[in-house]
């Protein structure tokens, strides 16, 4: 299984000698691919077993002709175990019926910049080249493999592209020597060189291709002759979810295995004071937790239950003043971190103004959060359904006072992550436990306490003004947003080093800013508010409430303009073609919005996140029971489309997702407890309430963007839009069942 494998010393961070920086900086083709870190620099710790050849640091070929890629992002049902594959398939010309994948262990090659791509719009634009190396370069030396915010595809496409030319112009030079002819003449298809009318399979040609130098710049295939681009081809993870043979973490075994149940404080970690019970349960005491082991997990729970725990006072404890400290807030400027144009116009007369506010949400992944840890002669292995193996290392080293090197992670797939299992928290608790009772422990979260531990979405709050030109279009817009900063409170738990005091920023805000609409003048405000409770990276993240916040709000504008919404939007849009072409595309499919019939409303929204562009309408029809959507129908511009399936399935996941935000999610506190533990009072949407969902994917040149989390922000205000409009009240508050 590939890992962080602890044979293969781990640099130490903040040492960079000429070879580690050329290694981590990618400043030559080979280096990006890892070609010429094997063997001639630093060897791969991605090993070939007995049957395999080692080809570069992305491809493996068996000698019964499979083909083995490295996938470094973690599979969650986003597809990513096919789509990275078939990029490189692709370009080597291999028979996707012989491709498998396996998770790539940590090593600078792997590491995931595709967060550059989010960060460096926010820095002036003559540092954002620097920028943007500097930052590549700290994420390679720091080996941060981490999955998350839609970055997969735009991370390393280019790179594993390129690993698939550099094999095949390998294999062809190899085929080429044995048949004394020009390399550039041999082609790959379906697992063959062929030439003329000569051909030879990879599995022959393996090891001598192995041994011809890699090209420095490797020659990519024109697009007439991408076979495997564009196509909906089978996804590699799915016959083994149906068959059984998938491995979830919860399906990790080991010899002599334990199981854990732990619990808790209220939220905040609060260290734990005292912890009782039985003689007959096993006790193991954290810092700011209890945990009991025993034979079976149900043992383990209910002995758990005869457990009294008590734990540290706090100065502030979650509670319902929480959300009027974010409303309060309102009332007062937050910093500007964005503005354009005379938006002093806002204080003045015919000021359009409305109040917004989403609640705390759950990630609320069918697999709870769970971790099994083997500990002893000073290493550690973890297995794990993680976002991120890089802060699992980092996380259990430090808290086992080992070096990074002695600890393993095991990758597996997992049940849902939306942010969660970027958090290294449960692995933690199982290393410490395995290490107490000298055994391995598999720590399993029940539902109740993996909601009362999550690292919730933020609740916010939001005043949005607006001044209708005499053109029918918005002279001036504002929004003030109130909500705590997600990602101070992130990088403090798992970046500590680079987190400290929390700063209004745009980046807090985000999604209220660079909007595509033509904008008389803009004023965008961060009311910074400080809560008791963990915050965590939630799907599409700020994307989430602001969104919400602005294109519900855009609407209204639009009514009070006295427009169709969607001509209303498309008149601001001449600056913005691409954003005007999926609004048109989203209306060709939905027909017209407004009142289709009685108590039945389409409304729209449109959301760029995560670089991709998402337009949508819902369709609701107001019965005795309260709003219910019945259709809904998106149109994507996600750039060149890999897999069009993938891309389908993702933007349904993020709707259906956010639909259960929209309608039905809340998470509120009492004395520090949450008061939602398990779904019977955090439902999520079911099958029977889940609308028909048409996805219309734009082709488009435009640059790579993500497909895991644009889906969900349009949902909730083309909903509350579509109430509106088929004759109900305007919903300003998140969920719509308690709002309504």
Not at 64 to 84: C, F, H, K, N, W
Not at 318 to 331: D, I
Not at 409 to 418: C, N, Y
Not at 685 to 701: C, D, F, H, K, N
Request: glycine share 10%; aromatic share 6%; with cysteine.
């Amino acid at each position: 299984m590939a890992r962080s494998d602890p044979e293969t010393p781990t640099p130490k961070r903040g040492r960079v000698n000429r070879r580690n920086f050329l290694i981590g900086t990618g400043s030559a083709v080979g280096l990006v691919v890892g070609y010429a870190v094997w063997p001639r620099q630093r060897a791969l710790n991605w090993v070939a077993a007995r049957d395999e050849t080692l080809i570069n640091g992305w491809v493996k070929i068996g000698t019964d002709g499979r083909i083995v890629v490295a996938v470094p992002q973690a599979e969650m049902g986003q597809g990513v175990y096919t789509s990275l594959p078939q990029i490189l398939a692709d370009e080597l010309g291999a028979d996707w019926a012989t491709v498998s994948v396996e998770p790539a262990p940590l090593h600078p090659i792997y590491a995931n910049k595709g967060f550059i791509a989010d960060v460096t719009p926010s820095i002036p634009a003559p540092l954002r080249g620097i920028a943007g190396w500097a930052l590549g370069a700290v994420i390679e030396h720091y080996d941060v493999q981490l999955t998350g915010g839609s970055t997969s595809i735009r991370g390393f496409h280019d790179t594993i592209r390129l690993a698939g030319a550099s094999a095949r112009e390998m294999l062809c030079r190899a085929a080429a020597r044995d048949w004394d002819v020009d390399w550039r003449e041999c082609d790959t298809r379906a697992g063959f060189v062929t030439y003329k009318a000569r051909s030879a399979r990879f599995a022959d040609l393996a090891g001598k291709a192995a041994m011809e130098d890699a090209p420095s710049s490797p020659t990519l295939r024109p697009a007439k002759s991408r076979m495997l681009m564009g196509k909906a081809v089978q996804r590699l993870d799915i016959p083994g979810k149906v068959d059984g043979t998938a491995h979830f973490g919860l399906d990790v075994r080991l010899p002599g295995m334990l199981y854990a149940a732990v619990r808790s404080g209220p939220v905040g970690d609060p260290r734990l004071v005292s912890a009782t019970g039985p003689a007959d349960v096993r006790i193991v005491k954290g810092p700011s937790w209890v945990a009991v082991v025993a034979d079976g997990f149900h043992a383990a729970k209910t002995g758990l239950e005869r457990v009294e725990a008590k734990f540290a006072a706090q100065p502030k404890v979650a509670g319902n003043w929480m959300e009027l400290a974010l409303k309060s807030a309102l009332a007062h400027p937050g910093e500007v971190v964005a503005k354009s144009g005379d938006a002093s116009v806002l204080d003045g007369k015919g000021v359009i103004t409305a109040d917004y506010t989403v609640p705390f949400a759950a990630h609320a992944c069918m697999e709870p959060m769970n971790a099994t840890a083997r500990v002893g002669n000073g290493r550690a292995e973890i297995w794990a359904p993680t976002q991120s193996i890089t802060l699992v290392v980092w996380a259990v080293a430090k808290a086992l006072g080992i070096e990074e090197s002695a600890v393993t992670v095991h990758p597996t797939l997992l049940g849902g992550g939306f942010g969660r299992k970027a958090e290294s928290d449960v692995c933690v608790q199982a290393a410490l436990i395995a290490r107490a009772v000298k055994a391995p422990v598999q720590v399993i979260l029940t539902r109740e306490e993996d909601t009362a531990q999550d690292r919730f979405r933020p609740a916010a709050a939001a005043r949005m003004r607006g001044l209708v030109g005499a053109d029918h279009r918005i002279a001036a817009w504002g929004s003030r947003v109130a909500v705590p900063d997600v990602g101070t409170s992130f990088m403090n738990r798992n970046f500590p080093a680079m987190g400290g005091k929390a700063k209004p920023s745009a980046q807090g805000v985000d999604g209220t800013q660079d909007l595509p609409y033509d904008f008389g003048a803009m004023s965008v405000e961060h009311a910074l508010v400080d809560l008791p409770v963990p915050l965590g990276f939630w799907r599409s993240v700020g994307h989430s409430f602001s969104g919400f916040f602005v294109e519900s709000f855009i609407d209204e504008m639009a009514h009070a303009a006295g427009v169709d919404p969607g001509a209303f939007r498309l008149s601001m849009l001449h600056d913005a073609p691409r954003h005007a072409a999926v609004v048109r595309a989203v209306l060709a499919a939905s027909g017209p919005l407004g009142l289709v019939e009685p108590n039945t409303g389409r409304g729209i929204a449109l959301v760029e996140s995560f670089g991709s562009i998402v337009a949508e309408v819902a369709e609701v029809v107001i019965g005795k029971d309260g709003p219910r959507v019945i259709r809904v129908w998106a149109a994507i511009d996600c750039g060149p489309v890999v897999n069009p399936g993938i891309v389908r399935a993702q933007i349904e996941s993020g709707i259906i997702y956010g639909l259960t935000a929209a309608l039905k999610g809340r998470i509120t506190f009492k004395d520090g407890v949450v008061e939602q533990a398990n779904f019977d009072r955090y439902p999520l949407l079911t099958l029977a309430e889940t609308p028909e969902i048409t996805t219309i994917i734009m082709t488009s040149t435009a640059p790579l963007g993500g497909v895991g989390e644009p889906g969900l922000p349009p949902i909730a205000p083309a909903v509350a839009n579509a109430i509106f409009a088929a004759g109900g009240q305007r919903l300003r508050d998140l969920p719509f069942a308690t709002a309504a």
